[in-house]
């Protein structure tokens, strides 16, 4: 990966995700996402499917995050894979992180993959996103 640019829809979505994320509103986030859109977590083994859900963890982990900053954009030779390096902030730990973003042709996003380290920093955040999303997490999979 280098500094590439994305493909034009790609590249309209991903400026509108970080105006909504400068804004600290993730309203329009529906809008971007393709309703078999799957979300990959840093603490879970298996995906989470669907627009509604993916839509819900994201905007909780925007709530949870404190001090969130992206720092470096790198995206693929196709321009429609883009990741973003990022810091943030769960109560006392710090931690450092990446979203792996794929996008389809119409700048749809289909798959959001986070990374986080350390550990330390991983387990604050899942403790946090299980205290808020945790029986909402579990019904979602049981009517999957």
Do not use: C, N
């Not at 529906?30 to 298996?46: E, G, K």
């Not at 030779?77 to 973003?101: C, H, N, P, T, W």
Request: net charge negative; aromatic share 6%; hydrophobic share 50%.
């Amino acid at each position: 990966m280098s500094e590439l640019k994305l493909q034009p829809q790609a590249d309209v979505s991903l400026q509108r995700w970080h105006a909504m994320i400068a804004q600290q509103d993730l309203g329009g986030l529906p809008d971007l996402l393709d309703a078999a859109v799957v979300f990959r977590s840093p603490m879970a083994h298996a995906a989470y499917p669907g627009a509604p859900l993916v839509a819900t963890i994201l905007g909780t982990v925007l709530e949870v995050f404190q001090d969130f900053a992206y720092h470096r954009q790198l995206a693929t030779a196709d321009g429609l894979d883009v990741v973003l390096e990022f810091s943030a902030r769960v109560g006392d730990r710090q931690i450092k992180g990446i979203d792996m973003i794929r996008f389809d042709e119409q700048g749809k996003i289909v798959e959001f993959e986070v990374m986080v380290r350390p550990l330390s920093g991983l387990q604050a955040l899942g403790e946090e996103m299980g205290r808020r999303l945790g029986a909402y997490l579990v019904a979602s999979k049981a009517q999957a």
